[in-house]
């Protein structure tokens, strides 16, 4: 049985993969901040073992990593990604100090894999879908701190010549998903038969469904390289606009509510172009979406109607904030 940590598990990523080891047969430990929201991971505290650590204090990290001996680290914490996580101290001190204490620690007790998550807001706005090795430009604090990390990583990985990959994620959707964000708020108001406010129709994001990205940090995790810290992008290659998404949406769940375009106010990361160019990971790791936007959004559909009570908590927070 292979024992595996995941940081940031109460997230929505870090949830869903949370269950998909389990299935794997993996011996799950989550490593979660004192104190952090667990409504995600509440139904698995008999599965897995929660270990409270605040990734920010350097001998928590390592009391923890030595007790656990992982062999797979799945680094998922972070702060900022959302437009309420306002804080700089704070994502310096999560995303790099907490990445550097994680990796100090892990490095003494030994590994076989070591997977780091970034994000696409590392490469700040383009024309165009930038490969890995791409210039960097940084469209955000939050972003500034997570290509840091990314940077500190992969020199890591190349100075003690260690399996640690970092998957640059473009927009994570699915079950679990933070309740402000737009799918959700589609669901929740298309069930109604409404729609939420949105932004301007021509707005793009390369949707990618949740459990495509588990499978990516499977075989990430997986992948023995002699070309230590890789990165590599996790999205489809192809963008949805808003209007493509809502029309979707429109049809799934019969809503008869006309959209009112540039309701909610323009925001500095909306974009006409953000896609994904995914070649180096469908080369090197052998992975490609299983699910297009219209697969992932129905089965997000029915996970909701097959979780009325989640369906009640998603309910208090119905709005849009962060796509």
């Given at each position: 049985m292979t024992r595996s940590i995941i940081t940031g598990a109460n997230g929505f990523v870090g949830a869903n993969l949370a269950r998909r080891l389990l299935r794997e047969g993996h011996e799950v430990h989550l490593l979660l901040?004192?104190?952090?929201?667990?409504?995600?991971?509440?139904?698995?505290r008999n599965d897995v073992t929660i270990h409270e650590v605040d990734l920010r204090d350097?001998?928590?990290?390592?009391?923890?990593?030595?007790?656990?001996?992982?062999?797979?680290?799945?680094?998922?914490?972070?702060?900022?990604?959302?437009?309420?996580?306002?804080?700089?101290?704070?994502?310096?001190q999560t995303n790099?100090?907490?990445?550097?204490?994680?990796?100090?620690?892990?490095?003494?007790?030994?590994?076989?894999?070591?997977?780091?998550?970034?994000?696409?807001?590392?490469?700040?706005f383009k024309s165009h879908g930038p490969a890995e090795d791409e210039l960097i430009e940084p469209n955000?604090?939050?972003?500034?701190?997570k290509a840091s990390a990314?940077?500190?990583?992969?020199?890591?990985?190349?100075?003690?010549?260690?399996?640690?990959?970092?998957?640059?994620?473009?927009?994570?959707?699915?079950p679990y998903e933070e309740p402000t964000?737009?799918?959700?708020?589609?669901?929740?108001?298309?069930?109604?038969?409404?729609?939420?406010?949105?932004?301007?129709?021509?707005?793009?994001?390369?949707?990618?469904?949740i459990d495509d990205?588990?499978?990516?940090?499977?075989?990430?995790?997986?992948?023995?390289?002699?070309?230590?810290g890789e990165?590599?992008?996790?999205?489809?290659?192809?963008?949805?606009?808003?209007?493509?998404?809502?029309?979707?949406?429109?049809?799934?769940?019969?809503?008869p509510a006309e959209p009112q375009w540039r309701s909610m106010p323009e925001r500095d990361w909306d974009t006409e172009v953000w896609i994904a160019n995914p070649r180096k990971v469908q080369t090197e790791l052998g992975w490609s979406p299983q699910h297009t936007f219209e697969q992932g959004f129905a089965r997000t559909v029915r996970w909701f109607e097959d979780n009325p009570s989640l369906r009640k908590l998603y309910e208090k927070s119905d709005r849009v904030e962060a796509i």
């Open positions: 901040r004192p104190g952090c929201d667990r409504w995600r991971v509440d139904d698995l350097d001998l928590q990290v390592s009391r923890a990593i030595e007790a656990i001996r992982p062999e797979i680290i799945f680094h998922l914490a972070a702060y900022g990604a959302y437009a309420s996580q306002t804080d700089v101290p704070r994502m310096i790099i100090i907490g990445t550097a204490n994680l990796l100090a620690a892990a490095l003494k007790v030994g590994f076989a894999s070591f997977v780091n998550t970034g994000t696409s807001s590392e490469y700040g955000s604090e939050y972003a500034v701190t990314t940077l500190f990583c992969r020199e890591v990985a190349r100075k003690h010549k260690i399996n640690l990959s970092t998957l640059r994620l473009y927009s994570v959707y699915g964000r737009l799918v959700p708020n589609l669901i929740l108001h298309g069930i109604r038969g409404t729609l939420p406010p949105l932004a301007g129709p021509t707005v793009a994001h390369d949707f990618v469904y990205v588990c499978d990516a940090y499977l075989l990430a995790a997986a992948k023995s390289s002699e070309s230590f990165i590599y992008n996790v999205g489809t290659g192809r963008q949805t606009t808003l209007s493509e998404v809502v029309e979707i949406a429109r049809e799934i769940l019969d809503i």
